[in-house]
Each structure stands twice: as C-alpha cells, then as structure tokens.
Nanobody
Framework: VQLQAFGGGLVRAGGSLRLSCAAS????????MGWYRQAPGKQRELVAT???????HYSDSVKGRFAISRDNAKNTLYLQMNTLKPEDTATYFC????????????????WGRGTQVTVSS
C-alpha cells in the first residue's frame, strides 16, 4: 500500500489547512491510521490517530484545534488543522497500520511521503 499526503502549504498564524492522505489501494479495514509530524532537528511525533471503529486520539498540543477523519468512499484520510500556530510548522506524514485490502490482511506499517506545513507569525 502506498500513501500520498498532500495539502500542505504556507499559512499565517490563526489560519487553517486540510491535509489529505490517499491510498493506492482500497483499504477495507485498518488497525490504526494517523498523522505524525517532524520539525527540523526534532523527532517525529504523533499528531492524531484513529483506531478502527472511529476512536480518535490527539496530542495535547493540537487537541481542540485539529481533527482527524476518514472518507471511506474516497479511501482518504484527512487532518483538518485550525487555529494554526508557528510551532505547528513541520513536515506532516500519514501512517496506516494493519490493513486489509483486496489482496488480504497485512500486519505492517505504511508511511506516506510528507507534506510541508509552514505557519508564519
């Protein structure tokens, strides 16, 4: 399964962006899907995850501002980012673990290429 994240860009503080993550194959079910980010010189960190069944989890730094969602019909994962802050500047990656496709179940972790989000003050 290949994932492609897009939707990043340059935005002023207080603005919004919506990131999308499209999969190369139809994902019928998954264990977890999520978004991570990595700022220059820092480790990759969890932003938001969705567990099969729709339960979501957010890091404290984005709770109340970001929302993760999935459109099953479009086979796409989203991250709605509101009230962006300069400290949200990072490369954002989408991730899926434990997927079931038409080819079967794969107990693996897949990462998409990142998309850059830059928030100016």
């Amino acid at each position: 399964v290949q994932l492609q994240a897009f939707g990043g860009g340059l935005v002023r503080a207080g603005g919004s962006l919506r990131l999308s993550c499209a999969a190369s194959e139809t994902i019928f079910s998954f264990d977890t899907m999520g978004w991570y980010r990595q700022a220059p010189g820092k480790q990759r960190e969890l932003v938001a995850t969705m567990i099969s069944g729709g339960i979501t989890h957010y890091s404290d730094s984005v709770k109340g501002r970001f929302a993760i969602s999935r459109d099953n019909a479009k086979n796409t994962l989203y991250l709605q980012m509101n009230t962006l802050k300069p400290e949200d500047t990072a490369t954002y990656f989408c991730n899926v673990q434990g997927v079931r496709t038409a080819r079967g179940y794969y107990d693996m972790t897949y990462w998409g290429r990142g998309t850059q989000v830059t928030v100016s003050s």
